[in-house]
Structures are given as structure tokens and as C-alpha cells.
């Protein structure tokens, strides 16, 4: 839950608590692609300052020059207690989980697993414009199920959808952005298990991009796709990236439905 503190608060406020001079240090994306005075707004990168416990783990690893090739189950196991305490997920299975660089390489190589080239991609435009490049470059056929007017998954084009992507005898599947990037809507457990019930009729593929996960606003609770019933077959692609701003530590975590095989 994400909660910047009001200016009269008197709590210190995350958003000032590094100046300009600092942030233009910074050699990312969004400091170094455009001259001084265009800041792309469309790069979630936050101008905060790190947390204080990932700022000493990674420092730590820093000194102990301890960045070889991961070992065990660690970082799954984090994410497993953290949707324990958050969402009350205490199913996340941390032996169907694989390390993978970040989330998109991650839908990739998951989209890879349940289709084949030329197999149809359903998406829910308006999404964030790479699912589009990544599933293109991957020889995979975009078929667009556009969120309703009011910016919210519409379960009737969803379903036309995916009858057509299954109709050519092709494997689909559906890549779904949850919560929805751009709109921010955060998909209730009803839509969700409505989207594994339709997915199971027609046997598409379910592919959950939730990077945003930790990021919902106060009072509105986040669904893990796995945990909703039916959706066993699904598979999920979790991050720390966006809630810690860690885009370029590059450790995201793909997670296989109980009932996932490829
Ligand atoms: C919905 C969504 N998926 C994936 C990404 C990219 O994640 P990664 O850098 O881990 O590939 C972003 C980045 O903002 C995003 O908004």
C-alpha cells in the first residue's frame, strides 16, 4: 500500500527527500535519454530514495563482492511470505518458481512455453505499448479484447476474443496486465475468476504480468491471478522493480499455476 505522506503531516515526504542535483546524478533512463529539461514521464522511475533495508542487502552483497550466480530459493521465498502478509496468498509455491531478468523476458519465455509462432497474444488495450513490441518480435499475433468504457476488462469482448484466437487450432493465450497499466484499474476476484473460467472453456493460456502488485492505492485490495479459483493452469510474472524501484537490479520471478505444465 502506497501512501505519500501530506505536507502537513509533519512526516518527511519520500518526493523532496532528494534534490534535483541528486537526481541528475542518477545515469538511468530517465535522467540520461533526453536533454536537461525533458523529463519522460512515461519511464516508472521513482525520484525517491532507496529503502533503507534494500540499500544495506544490496550494499552488503556490494562489499562482500557476493554477486555470483544465485543460489537456493531466497528471493522466492520472500515474495511467498510478502503475499502471505499482504494478500493473504499463502499458496504462492515456491518450488514453481524460476528467477528470470525481468518481467517482460519473463513474459517471453512464458508466452514461448504456451504458444507457437504465428499463435494469436490476446491483450486489453489501451496496455502498455511494449506487450505489443515484445509479442510481435516474437513472432506471435497481437488479437486486442479492449478494456469497456469505464477502463475495466469487458468479459463479452473477452470471450470473442478468445474464441477467434482459438478458432485457427493454434495455442493462445492471454497476457494479461493486472493491475492494468495504464489505467490502474485493479481487477477484482470476480473478473479475475471470471477471466480463468473463460480461459479454461476455450483453453487460452493465461500470462499475468503483476508488476504493479504492491502498488495499489490504500483500500483497494490486489488479487493475485493464481489465487483465484480456476486458474490453476495460469502463470504469473511478479517483480520488485516498480514498488522498490529496482528496474536495473533486474530479478523478477516467473510462477507456475499448480496446474501448469507448458
Ligand atoms: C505492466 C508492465 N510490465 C512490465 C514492465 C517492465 O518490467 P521489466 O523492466 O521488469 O521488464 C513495466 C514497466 O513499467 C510495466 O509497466
Redo the contacts with the bound molecule.
Keep these: 500500500m502506497t501512501r505519500i505522506p501530506h505536507e502537513s503531516s509533519g512526516e518527511p515526504n519520500p518526493l523532496r527527500a532528494l534534490g534535483l542535483d541528486r537526481l541528475r546524478r542518477r545515469t538511468s533512463m530517465k535522467w540520461r535519454t533526453y536533454p536537461d529539461d525533458v523529463l519522460p514521464l512515461w519511464v ?1 522511475e521513482m525520484d525517491v530514495p532507496l529503502a533503507e533495508p534494500v540499500v544495506r542487502a544490496v550494499g552488503d552483497a556490494l562489499a562482500l563482492g557476493d554477486t555470483g550466480y544465485p543460489a537456493g530459493s531466497g528471493y522466492a521465498e520472500a515474495l511467498a511470505a510478502f503475499a502471505a502478509k499482504r494478500w493473504g496468498w499463502h499458496a504462492l509455491a515456491v518450488e514453481r518458481t524460476a528467477i528470470v531478468p ?6 517471453v519465455e512464458m508466452l514461448k512455453l504456451v504458444t507457437g509462432p504465428g499463435d494469436p497474444v490476446v491483450v486489453n488495450p489501451p ?2 505499448p ?2 505489443f513490441q515484445f509479442v510481435e518480435h516474437m513472432d506471435r499475433r497481437i488479437a486486442e479484447a479492449p478494456l469497456g468504457a469505464d477502463g475495466r476488462l469487458d468479459l463479452d469482448v473477452l470471450e470473442t476474443a478468445y474464441r477467434r484466437a482459438v478458432a485457427g487450432g493454434g495455442r493462445a493465450a492471454h497476457l494479461l ?1 493486472s493491475p492494468h ?1 495504464p489505467t490502474g484499474t485493479v481487477h477484482t476476484a470476480a473478473e479475475l475468476a471470471a477471466v480463468a473460467a473463460l480461459a479454461d472453456r476455450y483453453g487460452v493460456r493465461v500470462v499475468a ?1 503483476e ?2 502488485a504492491p502498488l495499489t492505492a490504500g483500500g483497494v485490495d490486489f488479487v493475485p491471478y493464481l489465487s483465484v479459483p480456476g486458474a490453476d493452469s495460469g502463470l504469473s510474472l511478479m ?1 520488485a ?2 514498488a522498490w524501484n529496482l ?1 536495473g537490479l ?1 530479478a ?1 520471478l516467473a510462477v507456475a499455476g499448480p496446474a501448469a505444465e507448458a
Design positions: 516508472a525481468d518481467v517482460m523476458l519473463g513474459v496496455v502498455y511494449p506487450f496486465c497499466n504480468d508488476i504493479h517483480s522493480s516498480k528496474a533486474k523478477a
